[in-house]
């Protein structure tokens, strides 16, 4: 099992930046590729950026493309979003999210609780 802790939301200005952790606890980490997902009021949740297993290959949602890195530290447990250029679209709830097979919304075995970001004009 694998239990997931967003942290590193906030308030920041258009242009600013943040960095998002996901703290997973459980000795399986490394078996479950990483994603991170967003859901902004009255939207639905949608995916953000995805990192297999190894760390070796990363995916991104083309609205974040070059604004956003994926990476994960598998001896801390730790995946990370840094979010660069942030505009007031990217205004949502961040969660985190575990997948045994592939990070897609409906193979999703783990969700973290989500963490606020917003992102003023």
């Known amino acids: 099992q694998v239990q997931l802790v967003e942290s590193g939301g906030g308030l920041v200005q258009a242009g600013g930046s943040l960095r998002l952790s996901c703290a997973a606890s459980g000795r399986t980490f490394s078996d479950y590729a990483m994603g991170w997902f967003r859901q902004a009021p009255g939207k639905e949740r949608e995916f953000v950026a995805a990192i297999t297993q190894s760390g070796t290959s990363t995916y991104y949602a083309d609205s974040v493309k070059g604004r956003f890195t994926i990476s994960r530290d598998n001896a801390k447990n730790t995946v990370y979003l840094q979010m660069n250029s942030l505009k007031p679209d990217d205004t949502a709830v961040y969660y985190c999210?575990?997948?045994?097979?592939?990070?897609?919304?409906?193979?999703?075995?783990?969700w973290g609780q989500g963490t606020q970001v917003t992102v003023s004009s």
């Open positions: 999210a575990a997948a045994f097979a592939i990070v897609l919304t409906n193979k999703i075995d783990y």
